[in-house]
């Protein structure tokens, strides 16, 4: 079963420092989430792809953040000088288009730690 | 604006009593709901969901959930717990009409002592 997977599963950056996460979706799925998940919170919505357009950002995506899909498939995740209130549980879903019933399933995330 | 609410932080069940992990929600139109498990140090796992239709929703491991219009809940049961139910709870709402995000609670820690 070949579910959501990211790499890295954890990474640890000095404030200033850019790094850039990776999302392979499950491989029939066309939708893509990022999501960011700070201790003791639920998971907040960042962005979302439909195949490789990108649909919707929230307003907690600040300039610094950006995120591609280029070819529909993986998608990344990139933050620009990074700072400590970056630290966090980064988390990818991808889901199937099936009417307006589709169900995101989540890979493992990637944990930021900002020093 | 959509949000879920989950009041309890934490539930406390022991080893085969039921157990309910309690989730009201406010959206303006007709609600998509879900409840995820979080592990230690992993992602969120799919439980179950509730679209349209019969309001109790049978899901993975024993669970279910019954839906409330006017109460605006949807509460998670088990009849039976089990200590390797302890772990971290999530209801989260989508709007009908979003194609895109869905809103979580701020979680609910269930713990089965033995």
């Known amino acids: 079963d070949t579910g959501v997977s990211q790499n890295p599963r954890h990474k640890i950056t000095k404030r200033g420092q850019n790094v850039t996460f990776r999302c392979d979706p499950i491989?029939?799925?066309?939708?893509l989430y990022w999501y960011r998940q700070t201790l003791g919170q639920g998971p907040e919505f960042l962005t979302y792809?439909?195949?490789?357009?990108?649909?919707?950002k929230s307003r907690l995506l600040s300039d610094r953040f950006s995120a591609e899909r280029p070819k529909g498939s993986f998608s990344t995740l990139e933050i620009q000088r990074t700072e400590q209130g970056d630290s966090a549980m980064y988390l990818c879903?991808?889901?199937?288009?099936?009417?307006?019933?589709?169900?995101?399933?989540f890979g493992p995330g990637t944990r930021l730690t900002v020093l | 604006a959509q949000s879920v609410a989950q009041p309890e932080d934490q539930v406390n069940v022991a080893e085969g009593n039921p157990l309910t992990v309690k989730c009201t929600y406010s959206?303006?139109?007709?609600?998509?709901l879900f409840w995820y498990v979080q592990y230690p140090n992993r992602g969120l796992q799919f439980l179950l969901k509730y679209i349209t239709g019969d309001n109790l929703v049978k899901g993975s491991y024993g669970f279910e959930a019954e839906f409330n219009k006017s109460q605006t809940s949807f509460h998670l049961k088990k009849p039976s717990a089990l200590v390797s139910d302890s772990a971290l709870y999530f209801c989260?709402?989508?709007?009908?009409?979003?194609?895109?995000?869905?809103?979580f609670g701020s979680g609910t820690r269930l713990s089965i002592r033995p």
């Open positions: 491989s029939e799925h066309n939708r």
């Open positions: 792809f439909q195949n490789e357009a990108q649909l919707e």
């Open positions: 959206v303006s139109g007709n609600p998509y």
């Open positions: 879903a991808s889901s199937l288009t099936s009417g307006s019933t589709d169900t995101q399933y």
């Open positions: 989260a709402v989508r709007l009908y009409s979003s194609a895109s995000k869905i809103i």
